[in-house]
Protein backbone atom coordinates (compact mmCIF):
# COMPACT_ATOMS: atom_id res chain seq x y z
CA UNK A 1 0.00 0.00 0.00
CA UNK A 2 0.69 3.51 -0.40
CA UNK A 3 0.00 6.68 0.15
CA UNK A 4 0.21 10.05 -0.72
CA UNK A 5 2.68 12.72 1.26
CA UNK A 6 1.11 15.82 1.69
CA UNK A 7 3.11 18.84 1.09
CA UNK A 8 3.19 22.50 0.90
CA UNK A 9 0.38 24.55 -1.12
CA UNK A 10 2.16 26.52 -4.43
CA UNK A 11 1.22 28.43 -6.88
CA UNK A 12 2.05 28.26 -10.60
CA UNK A 13 1.19 30.65 -13.51
CA UNK A 14 0.79 28.07 -16.36
CA UNK A 15 -0.06 24.75 -17.54
CA UNK A 16 3.28 22.93 -16.53
CA UNK A 17 5.22 21.08 -19.14
CA UNK A 18 7.82 20.22 -17.12
CA UNK A 19 7.31 16.94 -15.09
CA UNK A 20 7.01 18.15 -11.02
CA UNK A 21 8.66 15.04 -8.96
CA UNK A 22 6.05 13.27 -7.32
CA UNK A 23 6.25 12.38 -3.66
CA UNK A 24 5.28 8.77 -2.22
CA UNK A 25 4.92 7.37 0.89
CA UNK A 26 4.56 3.19 1.12
CA UNK A 27 2.44 1.33 3.87
CA UNK A 28 6.12 0.49 5.53
CA UNK A 29 6.57 4.19 5.79
CA UNK A 30 9.65 4.31 3.12
CA UNK A 31 9.92 7.74 0.78
CA UNK A 32 10.07 7.53 -2.99
CA UNK A 33 10.24 10.15 -5.54
CA UNK A 34 8.71 9.34 -8.99
CA UNK A 35 10.13 11.03 -12.42
CA UNK A 36 10.11 10.01 -15.72
CA UNK A 37 8.69 6.83 -15.39
CA UNK A 38 10.93 5.58 -12.37
CA UNK A 39 10.39 5.50 -8.80
CA UNK A 40 13.09 6.65 -6.82
CA UNK A 41 13.82 5.55 -3.25
CA UNK A 42 14.99 8.24 -0.86
CA UNK A 43 14.53 7.48 2.62
CA UNK A 44 13.56 5.30 4.73
CA UNK A 45 11.27 7.28 6.71
CA UNK A 46 8.83 9.75 5.35
CA UNK A 47 9.93 13.51 5.17
CA UNK A 48 8.67 16.27 7.72
CA UNK A 49 7.91 18.75 4.88
CA UNK A 50 8.44 18.53 1.64
CA UNK A 51 7.80 20.96 -1.73
CA UNK A 52 7.57 19.70 -4.78
CA UNK A 53 9.36 21.74 -8.03
CA UNK A 54 10.12 21.95 -12.05
CA UNK A 55 12.13 19.61 -11.94
CA UNK A 56 13.67 19.37 -8.69
CA UNK A 57 12.51 18.55 -5.26
CA UNK A 58 13.12 19.71 -1.85
CA UNK A 59 12.66 18.19 1.45
CA UNK A 60 13.11 17.86 5.37
CA UNK A 61 14.31 14.54 6.76
CA UNK A 62 13.34 13.19 9.93
CA UNK A 63 15.92 14.85 11.31
CA UNK A 64 15.20 18.09 9.61
CA UNK A 65 17.60 18.25 7.66
CA UNK A 66 17.26 20.47 4.32
CA UNK A 67 18.06 18.50 1.01
CA UNK A 68 17.28 18.42 -2.63
CA UNK A 69 16.72 15.88 -5.40
CA UNK A 70 17.65 16.58 -9.40
CA UNK A 71 15.88 13.84 -11.25
CA UNK A 72 18.79 15.13 -14.03
CA UNK A 73 21.63 12.93 -13.13
CA UNK A 74 19.68 11.13 -10.16
CA UNK A 75 21.92 13.68 -7.74
CA UNK A 76 20.90 14.35 -3.56
CA UNK A 77 22.49 16.68 -2.17
CA UNK A 78 22.15 18.23 1.65
CA UNK A 79 21.17 22.24 1.60
CA UNK A 80 21.21 22.74 5.62
CA UNK A 81 21.65 20.83 8.59
CA UNK A 82 19.11 22.69 10.70
CA UNK A 83 16.51 21.72 12.03
CA UNK A 84 14.50 25.09 12.86
CA UNK A 85 14.44 26.21 9.51
CA UNK A 86 11.47 28.25 8.34
CA UNK A 87 10.91 26.90 4.52
CA UNK A 88 8.75 28.65 1.64
CA UNK A 89 8.42 27.95 -2.47
CA UNK A 90 6.38 28.07 -5.22
CA UNK A 91 6.83 25.43 -8.44
CA UNK A 92 9.70 27.48 -9.70
CA UNK A 93 11.61 28.90 -6.32
CA UNK A 94 12.28 28.27 -2.85
CA UNK A 95 13.63 29.79 -0.08
CA UNK A 96 14.54 29.06 3.95
CA UNK A 97 15.26 31.22 6.88
CA UNK A 98 17.83 29.67 8.93
CA UNK A 99 18.06 31.78 12.88
CA UNK A 100 17.72 35.09 10.62
CA UNK A 101 19.95 34.67 7.55
CA UNK A 102 17.48 33.79 4.31
CA UNK A 103 18.68 31.20 1.70
CA UNK A 104 17.86 29.82 -2.12
CA UNK A 105 19.12 27.48 -3.89
CA UNK A 106 21.00 27.99 -7.26
CA UNK A 107 22.25 24.79 -9.44
CA UNK A 108 21.58 22.84 -6.71
CA UNK A 109 23.67 24.33 -3.85
CA UNK A 110 22.35 26.82 -1.52
CA UNK A 111 23.03 30.31 -1.18
CA UNK A 112 22.85 33.17 0.83
CA UNK A 113 20.58 36.09 0.28
CA UNK A 114 20.46 38.15 3.14
CA UNK A 115 20.90 38.35 6.43
CA UNK A 116 19.25 39.70 9.68
CA UNK A 117 15.94 38.52 8.32
CA UNK A 118 12.50 39.38 10.32
CA UNK A 119 10.70 37.47 7.93
CA UNK A 120 10.06 36.74 4.12
CA UNK A 121 7.44 35.90 1.18
CA UNK A 122 8.22 33.80 -2.35
CA UNK A 123 6.72 34.24 -5.38
CA UNK A 124 8.20 32.82 -9.13
CA UNK A 125 9.89 35.56 -9.68
CA UNK A 126 10.37 37.68 -6.43
CA UNK A 127 11.35 37.69 -2.80
CA UNK A 128 10.54 40.50 -0.04
CA UNK A 129 11.51 40.45 3.16
CA UNK A 130 11.90 42.83 6.33
CA UNK A 131 15.98 43.56 7.27
CA UNK A 132 16.12 44.21 11.34
CA UNK A 133 19.12 45.77 11.21
CA UNK A 134 18.67 48.07 8.03
CA UNK A 135 14.59 48.45 9.03
CA UNK A 136 13.49 48.28 5.44
CA UNK A 137 11.18 45.94 3.00
CA UNK A 138 13.13 44.86 0.58
CA UNK A 139 12.18 42.98 -2.82
CA UNK A 140 14.83 40.58 -4.60
CA UNK A 141 14.24 40.61 -8.06
CA UNK A 142 16.23 39.01 -10.83
CA UNK A 143 19.54 39.09 -8.12
CA UNK A 144 18.69 42.80 -7.34
CA UNK A 145 17.51 44.16 -4.07
CA UNK A 146 15.50 47.49 -4.07
CA UNK A 147 14.04 48.82 -0.87
CA UNK A 148 10.55 49.23 -0.77
CA UNK A 149 10.26 51.34 2.23
CA UNK A 150 11.62 52.15 5.97
CA UNK A 151 10.41 49.91 8.68
CA UNK A 152 10.56 51.86 12.26
CA UNK A 153 11.20 49.06 15.08
CA UNK A 154 8.32 47.94 16.55
CA UNK A 155 5.97 49.69 13.85
CA UNK A 156 3.31 47.73 11.28
CA UNK A 157 3.63 50.63 8.98
CA UNK A 158 4.55 48.59 6.03
CA UNK A 159 2.40 45.81 5.25
CA UNK A 160 2.45 43.55 2.13
CA UNK A 161 1.00 41.24 -0.45
CA UNK A 162 3.03 39.55 -2.83
CA UNK A 163 1.54 37.35 -5.87
CA UNK A 164 4.23 35.37 -8.79
CA UNK A 165 6.05 38.20 -10.21
CA UNK A 166 3.71 41.42 -8.13
CA UNK A 167 4.05 43.27 -4.93
CA UNK A 168 1.51 45.37 -3.29
CA UNK A 169 2.98 47.24 0.02
CA UNK A 170 0.82 49.48 1.69
CA UNK A 171 1.85 52.52 4.39
CA UNK A 172 -0.40 52.17 7.30
CA UNK A 173 0.21 55.32 8.78
CA UNK A 174 0.56 57.20 5.44
CA UNK A 175 -2.23 55.52 4.00
CA UNK A 176 -0.70 54.82 0.71
CA UNK A 177 -0.69 51.87 -1.50
CA UNK A 178 2.57 51.00 -3.60
CA UNK A 179 3.08 48.50 -6.54
CA UNK A 180 6.65 46.66 -7.03
CA UNK A 181 6.42 45.08 -10.79
CA UNK A 182 9.81 44.18 -13.17
CA UNK A 183 11.75 46.08 -10.83
CA UNK A 184 9.65 49.27 -10.29
CA UNK A 185 7.87 50.66 -7.45
CA UNK A 186 4.70 52.51 -8.66
CA UNK A 187 2.74 54.64 -6.16
CA UNK A 188 -1.25 53.33 -6.96
CA UNK A 189 -3.07 55.92 -4.64
CA UNK A 190 -2.51 57.84 -1.50
CA UNK A 191 -5.51 56.56 0.07
CA UNK A 192 -7.07 52.68 -0.34
CA UNK A 193 -9.35 50.23 1.89
CA UNK A 194 -6.62 47.45 2.16
CA UNK A 195 -9.30 45.12 2.55
CA UNK A 196 -10.13 45.31 -1.28
CA UNK A 197 -6.81 44.62 -2.31
CA UNK A 198 -6.11 41.37 -4.38
CA UNK A 199 -2.54 40.48 -5.97
CA UNK A 200 -1.96 38.18 -8.56
CA UNK A 201 0.78 37.64 -11.43
CA UNK A 202 1.16 40.98 -13.61
CA UNK A 203 -2.03 42.53 -11.95
CA UNK A 204 -3.26 44.14 -8.73
CA UNK A 205 -7.22 45.20 -7.79
CA UNK A 206 -7.69 48.23 -5.34
CA UNK A 207 -9.63 50.25 -4.26
CA UNK A 208 -8.72 54.00 -4.72
CA UNK A 209 -10.04 56.20 -1.96
CA UNK A 210 -9.07 59.60 -3.97
CA UNK A 211 -10.72 58.58 -6.81
CA UNK A 212 -13.64 56.74 -5.63
CA UNK A 213 -13.22 53.85 -7.93
CA UNK A 214 -12.51 50.06 -8.39
CA UNK A 215 -9.24 49.92 -10.35
CA UNK A 216 -6.75 47.21 -11.94
CA UNK A 217 -2.99 47.95 -12.66
CA UNK A 218 -2.03 45.28 -14.85
CA UNK A 219 0.88 44.78 -16.73
CA UNK A 220 2.23 48.19 -15.79
CA UNK A 221 -1.31 50.12 -16.81
CA UNK A 222 -3.75 51.43 -14.51
CA UNK A 223 -7.57 50.63 -15.54
CA UNK A 224 -10.95 51.74 -14.07
CA UNK A 225 -13.25 48.83 -13.66
CA UNK A 226 -15.84 50.14 -11.35
CA UNK A 227 -17.11 53.31 -9.70
CA UNK A 228 -18.53 51.13 -6.67
CA UNK A 229 -16.55 48.94 -3.66
CA UNK A 230 -16.92 45.49 -4.78
CA UNK A 231 -18.23 42.95 -2.24
CA UNK A 232 -15.19 40.75 -2.60
CA UNK A 233 -12.45 40.24 -5.27
CA UNK A 234 -9.65 37.56 -5.96
CA UNK A 235 -6.85 37.86 -7.98
CA UNK A 236 -4.80 35.05 -9.81
CA UNK A 237 -3.09 35.12 -12.71
CA UNK A 238 -3.45 37.76 -14.95
CA UNK A 239 -7.06 37.94 -13.93
CA UNK A 240 -9.06 39.44 -11.13
CA UNK A 241 -12.25 38.52 -10.18
CA UNK A 242 -14.91 40.21 -8.40
CA UNK A 243 -18.76 40.55 -7.04
CA UNK A 244 -19.65 44.22 -7.52
CA UNK A 245 -21.85 46.43 -5.58
CA UNK A 246 -24.82 45.57 -8.07
CA UNK A 247 -24.54 41.48 -6.93
CA UNK A 248 -22.84 40.60 -10.76
CA UNK A 249 -20.08 38.55 -10.89
CA UNK A 250 -17.42 40.39 -12.91
CA UNK A 251 -13.92 39.00 -14.51
CA UNK A 252 -11.16 41.23 -15.82
CA UNK A 253 -8.55 39.31 -18.03
CA UNK A 254 -6.14 39.38 -19.89
CA UNK A 255 -6.84 42.85 -20.16
CA UNK A 256 -10.65 42.78 -21.12
CA UNK A 257 -13.57 43.28 -18.14
CA UNK A 258 -16.19 40.64 -18.41
CA UNK A 259 -19.65 40.32 -16.87
CA UNK A 260 -19.64 36.60 -15.66
CA UNK A 261 -22.81 36.01 -14.14
CA UNK A 262 -26.06 38.60 -13.57
CA UNK A 263 -26.12 37.74 -10.46
CA UNK A 264 -23.91 37.17 -7.30
CA UNK A 265 -22.74 33.04 -6.94
CA UNK A 266 -23.11 31.19 -4.33
CA UNK A 267 -19.72 30.77 -4.27
CA UNK A 268 -16.21 31.54 -6.36
CA UNK A 269 -12.62 30.95 -6.56
CA UNK A 270 -9.25 32.07 -8.30
CA UNK A 271 -6.42 29.84 -8.59
CA UNK A 272 -3.83 30.46 -11.51
CA UNK A 273 -5.28 31.00 -14.52
CA UNK A 274 -9.02 30.16 -14.12
CA UNK A 275 -11.73 31.52 -12.46
CA UNK A 276 -14.07 28.94 -10.98
CA UNK A 277 -17.91 29.57 -9.47
CA UNK A 278 -20.93 27.89 -7.74
CA UNK A 279 -24.87 28.66 -9.37
CA UNK A 280 -27.69 26.59 -9.61
CA UNK A 281 -25.71 24.09 -7.82
CA UNK A 282 -23.38 23.77 -10.77
CA UNK A 283 -19.94 23.72 -10.65
CA UNK A 284 -18.93 26.77 -13.46
CA UNK A 285 -15.64 27.62 -15.16
CA UNK A 286 -14.41 30.91 -16.88
CA UNK A 287 -11.82 31.32 -18.89
CA UNK A 288 -10.61 32.97 -22.02
CA UNK A 289 -13.80 34.98 -22.14
CA UNK A 290 -16.39 32.13 -21.81
CA UNK A 291 -17.84 29.96 -18.91
CA UNK A 292 -18.27 26.72 -19.15
CA UNK A 293 -20.19 24.47 -16.69
CA UNK A 294 -17.75 21.19 -15.45
CA UNK A 295 -20.57 19.46 -14.25
CA UNK A 296 -24.41 19.93 -13.26
CA UNK A 297 -23.50 19.60 -9.66
CA UNK A 298 -20.58 20.18 -7.36
CA UNK A 299 -18.24 18.08 -7.43
CA UNK A 300 -16.65 15.79 -4.27
CA UNK A 301 -13.16 17.10 -5.16
CA UNK A 302 -11.24 19.16 -7.41
CA UNK A 303 -7.76 21.16 -7.60
CA UNK A 304 -6.49 23.51 -9.99
CA UNK A 305 -2.57 23.56 -11.55
CA UNK A 306 -2.27 26.44 -14.18
CA UNK A 307 -5.17 26.37 -16.97
CA UNK A 308 -5.86 22.43 -15.76
CA UNK A 309 -8.52 21.57 -13.96
CA UNK A 310 -9.00 18.47 -12.44
CA UNK A 311 -11.77 16.39 -10.25
CA UNK A 312 -13.79 13.81 -9.54
CA UNK A 313 -17.29 13.31 -10.98
CA UNK A 314 -20.33 11.67 -9.75
CA UNK A 315 -18.74 8.15 -10.12
CA UNK A 316 -15.70 9.45 -8.85
CA UNK A 317 -13.96 8.97 -12.24
CA UNK A 318 -10.89 11.45 -12.05
CA UNK A 319 -11.47 13.85 -15.11
CA UNK A 320 -9.72 17.16 -16.21
CA UNK A 321 -10.20 20.19 -18.43
CA UNK A 322 -7.77 21.94 -19.98
CA UNK A 323 -8.16 24.95 -23.05
CA UNK A 324 -11.47 23.87 -23.24
CA UNK A 325 -10.89 20.02 -23.95
CA UNK A 326 -11.83 17.13 -21.56
CA UNK A 327 -10.05 14.29 -20.49
CA UNK A 328 -10.09 11.54 -18.35
CA UNK A 329 -7.00 10.36 -16.09
CA UNK A 330 -6.75 6.76 -15.84
CA UNK A 331 -9.46 4.00 -15.97
CA UNK A 332 -10.88 3.62 -12.39
CA UNK A 333 -13.70 4.70 -10.80
CA UNK A 334 -14.41 4.92 -7.09
CA UNK A 335 -11.38 7.09 -6.43
CA UNK A 336 -11.46 7.71 -3.07
CA UNK A 337 -9.13 11.16 -3.80
CA UNK A 338 -6.40 12.62 -5.40
CA UNK A 339 -3.23 15.04 -5.39
CA UNK A 340 -2.51 17.45 -8.47
CA UNK A 341 1.57 18.15 -9.57
CA UNK A 342 1.88 19.75 -12.48
CA UNK A 343 0.18 17.99 -15.40
CA UNK A 344 0.13 14.63 -13.33
CA UNK A 345 -2.19 13.32 -10.84
CA UNK A 346 -1.54 10.80 -8.13
CA UNK A 347 -3.98 8.32 -6.52
CA UNK A 348 -4.86 5.30 -5.24
CA UNK A 349 -6.24 2.91 -7.37
CA UNK A 350 -9.00 0.94 -5.45
CA UNK A 351 -7.89 -2.30 -7.40
CA UNK A 352 -4.61 -1.44 -5.10
CA UNK A 353 -1.72 -0.27 -7.36
CA UNK A 354 -0.71 3.76 -7.17
CA UNK A 355 -1.30 5.56 -10.48
CA UNK A 356 0.35 8.34 -11.74
CA UNK A 357 -1.67 9.36 -14.47
CA UNK A 358 -1.12 12.31 -17.03
CA UNK A 359 -3.20 13.15 -19.86
CA UNK A 360 -1.30 10.70 -22.33
CA UNK A 361 0.32 8.22 -19.95
CA UNK A 362 -0.44 6.38 -16.73
CA UNK A 363 2.24 4.80 -14.70
CA UNK A 364 1.73 2.27 -11.41
CA UNK A 365 3.97 0.75 -9.02
Given at each position: ?????????????L?????????????????????????????????????????????????????????????????????????????????????????????????????????????D????????????????????????????????????A?????????N?????????????????????????????????????????N???????????????????????????????A???????????????????????????????????????????G????V????????????G??????????????????????????????????????????????????????????
Amino acid sequence: MIRLLVILVCGVPLFLRAQVPLPVITSEDRFFIFHDGRFEQMEPRPPKKALAMNGQFVYQDQQGQLKIFLPEGRRLHLLDRRSDIVLKGTRKRVAWMAMDTLKTVREGRAVILAENVQRFTVGDSIMVLLDSARHEMIALWKRTATTLATVQPGSESAQWAQGSNTVVFFNKEAGSLFAYYHGSVKLLCDSTDVGIVATGGDIVGYWHGGKRNFRAYYKGADVELADLRPARVLAGEGLLAFVDANGRLKCFEQGVLHTVLDEAPTDFWVKDSLLLFLHDGRLNLFQHGSATVVEPYVPEQWQVEGGLLAYLDINRELRGIVNGERFRFGKEANINGFELFGDAVIYRSPLGPMVVATKRRIDEY
